[in-house]
Structures are given as C-alpha cells and as structure tokens.
C-alpha cells in the first residue's frame, strides 16, 4: 500500500476497495482500549474531489431506494446560455 501511495495517490475506489476488505476482517475482540487519541486532519485544496464520489458511492450502494446513478451530476457544469438583445 505504501508504495502504491508514493506512486501518485489513491483513487475513491481503491480507498474503497481497502475499507471494505478490512471492515470485512475486522475483530473487536482485539481492540486495545486507548485514553486520549489525537488526530490531525490535513485539508486538500479541492477535498470534495475525493469525498463527493466516496459518499455518493456510499448512498448509491447503501440505500433503499433506487437512483439513476448516470442522471447525478457531482459538479455543476457549465452550460453555455444565449443572451438575447
């Protein structure tokens, strides 16, 4: 994994991919019990590029209802409009 990291990044669905082959293998039996955690968070110039796909993907995959996955449009596009004198 770390070399994949190096190599230029993760896309969502390696991310992905890796949450669900460990939640898949994930025991609570060998938890360690810890006092204080402290985490950082290290904020992107443009996070929604990983987290808007991630989460759509979640909701896509999660709900009980049903989208048409080809109709979301993630970001706005720019449609050109005709301006009338």
């Known amino acids: 994994m770390d070399a994949q990291r190096m190599d230029g990044g993760w896309s969502v669905n390696e991310v992905l991919q890796v ?3 460990n939640c898949r293998s994930w025991r609570v039996d060998g938890m ?3 006092t204080q ?3 950082t968070y290290e ?3 443009h996070p929604e590029e990983f987290f808007i796909p991630y989460v ?4 896509l995959s999660k709900c009980e209802f049903e989208f048409n996955a080809t109709a979301i449009n993630l970001f ?3 449609i050109p409009t005709k301006v009338r004198i």
């Not at 759509?56 to 909701?59: F, T």
């Open 19 to 21: 949450v669900i082959v």
């Open 32 to 34: 360690k019990m810890f």
């Open 37 to 39: 955690l402290h985490f």
């Open 43 to 45: 904020q992107e110039s």
């Open 56 to 59: 759509w993907k979640l909701v």
């Open 76 to 78: 706005p596009a720019d």
